[in-house]
């Protein structure tokens, strides 16, 4: 499943017009894996990619994360920038692997210990706080061997935006669990609070 611009930006710590900027050619530090036919939309890897840009772009400047990931783009084995762990370090970049860590911006770095937690947990960003990844408010969960990764209702396939929809339309959670019995209660209000920093994250401006 894809995901849209609004919720790419809400989930991955950037803004709309961030990402915007970002996809754009020539340099482009992430092109959609999912866009044709001028509709933008990001895969579950673009989005991990997208948390380690918003990280990282608290710590060094655009240009130092621009340059890092031209230098990955020059490997002859470059892959999708998602499977890469990228850490700020001493005003560079550190690209950290099982054995070894290389400077991408400079030249050889000392080893780091880094771990994917810092890009699914909790972090600080420029627009905020952006949300754990694989929790983003309790009762929902982001899996990305359920429906692609989208945002579902803990424990089930129902997509966080269909309870949301359905609350927005004056249904209480005793409702929507007629329709749909395996969502808690926890699971509506969560998706609730999820779509309502989806909207409000949208109207945040990039320091």
């Known amino acids: 499943m894809a995901y849209s611009s609004a919720l790419t930006a809400a989930l991955s710590g950037a803004s709309e017009s961030q990402l915007a900027n970002w996809r754009r050619e020539p340099n482009a530090l992430l092109v959609p894996e999912y866009s044709n036919s001028g509709k933008v939309r990001y ?30 783009k020059n490997l002859d084995d470059f892959r999708h920038l998602s499977n890469y762990t990228l850490v700020a370090a001493d005003d560079t970049i ?17 080893h780091m ?20 990844l694989e929790r983003p408010k309790p009762g929902l969960r982001i899996n990305p061997s359920v429906l692609g ?33 395996s969502v808690t209660d926890i699971g509506v209000s969560g998706a ?16």
Not at 51 to 66: D, H, P
Request: proline residues 4%; without cysteine.
């Open 192 to 207: 609730v609070a999820f779509d309502q920093y989806v909207s409000e994250y949208g109207r945040r401006r990039a320091a």
């Open 113 to 132: 210990l880094a771990t994917m937690h810092d890009i699914l947990g909790e972090f600080e960003g420029w627009t905020g706080t952006v949300v754990p």
């Open 149 to 181: 990764g989208y945002p579902v209702i803990d424990e089930t396939r129902v997509p966080y935006d269909t309870v949301a929809s359905l609350a927005a339309d004056g249904l209480d959670a005793q409702r929507i669990q007629y329709f749909y019995p």
């Open 94 to 110: 550190i690209w950290v692997q099982e054995d070894q860590a290389v400077d991408v911006v400079k030249r050889p770095g000392q």
């Open 43 to 72: 895969s579950f890897r673009d989005l991990l990619a997208l948390r380690t840009v918003a990280k990282l772009r608290r710590e060094v400047s655009l240009q130092k994360i621009r340059k890092a990931v031209a230098n990955l």
